[in-house]
């Protein structure tokens, strides 16, 4: 595997649901994050792991919780998620923030999340 | 706090003419630019970037794009589109020193036969 990968590419759940989305980047990457995507909007922001640590939460709402076990693997957990959460959730990974590469972003595929 | 503004949502064009989307950012004392190209169902595929040196900045697919400091833009061009052009691009900054990145709202490129 190369770049960045995204497990499941598609993923329909239940409000009541538990389901987790996975990350992987195979570039060496420290930094790696969350993104929202719904119809007509803008890319949001959700979180960003540096070395592990989380550097950013953009007012996430709670039913959604990220881990990171590693530079390498990133995870989000759903729980009793909301029809409003139906939308494309992209991973992205960069070298380093202030890097000679400008915090250059390598994207996964996204899943496509539908939430009944 | 950094922003981007892409003033087409969306811009129709013809196969084999040219094309220019517009992208303009908040002003700083130094920026990083980047055009990404999202393909339907697909995750964002970075297009070229400026970091520094040559304003005139070539990427994949036959595009550029010029940095221009004093306009504080950074519109990407084609010389002549492929109906394969399809897609959304997103402008994107970094002042280099977070760890984000700033996105345009996206404009929708297509390029009818």
């Known amino acids: 595997e190369t770049g960045v990968t995204q497990t499941p590419r598609h993923l329909v759940m239940g409000m009541t649901n538990k389901k987790s989305l996975k990350c992987e980047q195979h570039l060496g990457h420290n930094a790696m994050y969350w993104y929202k995507q719904s119809a007509k909007k803008p890319l949001e922001l959700m979180f960003v792991?540096?070395?592990?640590?989380?550097?950013e939460n953009n007012s996430v709402p709670s039913r959604f919780s990220p881990e990171c076990p590693n530079s390498s693997h990133l995870f989000l957990h759903l729980h009793t998620l909301q029809p409003e959460d139906s939308a494309l959730y992209l991973c992205?990974?960069?070298?380093?923030?202030?890097?000679?590469?400008?915090?250059?972003?390598?994207f996964g595929p996204g899943t496509r999340l539908t939430v009944l | 706090a950094q922003s981007v503004t892409q003033l087409d949502s969306q811009v129709p064009v013809f196969e084999e003419a040219p094309v220019e989307l517009r992208c303009n950012y908040s002003s700083s004392v130094s920026v990083y630019l980047f055009w990404y190209v999202q393909y339907p169902n697909q995750g964002l595929q970075l297009l070229l970037k400026?970091?520094?040196?040559?304003?005139l900045v070539k990427g994949i697919n036959g595009f550029e794009a010029e940095f221009n400091k004093s306009q504080t833009s950074f519109h990407l061009r084609k010389p002549s589109v492929h109906i394969s052009d399809t897609a959304e691009y997103f402008c994107?900054?970094?002042?280099?020193?977070?760890?984000?990145?700033?996105f345009g709202t996206g404009t929708r490129l297509q390029v009818f036969p």
């Open positions: 792991y540096n070395f592990k640590e989380q550097t």
């Open positions: 400026y970091l520094s040196g040559s304003t």
């Open positions: 992205a990974s960069s070298q380093s923030p202030g890097g000679p590469e400008g915090n250059e972003q390598f």
């Open positions: 994107a900054v970094s002042d280099g020193d977070t760890d984000k990145l700033i």
